[in-house]
């Protein structure tokens, strides 16, 4: 059985996924939001990253 893969692992997957150009622009634009500020997450919702406010 496979183990469920983190949200960022999540993340990382879809993005190796995508068309090599568009991924090269989504992981540039996920580097810019993540850098942001260390309270900023990752996943997947709606079959696309998603980044939100984790609060802590």
Do not use: C
């Amino acid at each position: 059985m496979k183990a469920k893969l983190s949200d960022q692992e999540q993340v990382t997957e879809h993005i190796q996924q995508l068309e090599p150009s568009v991924g090269q622009i989504v992981e540039t634009l996920r580097q810019i939001i993540l850098s942001t500020d260390s309270e900023i997450g990752e996943r997947i919702k709606w079959n696309n990253p998603s980044f939100y406010y984790t609060e802590q």
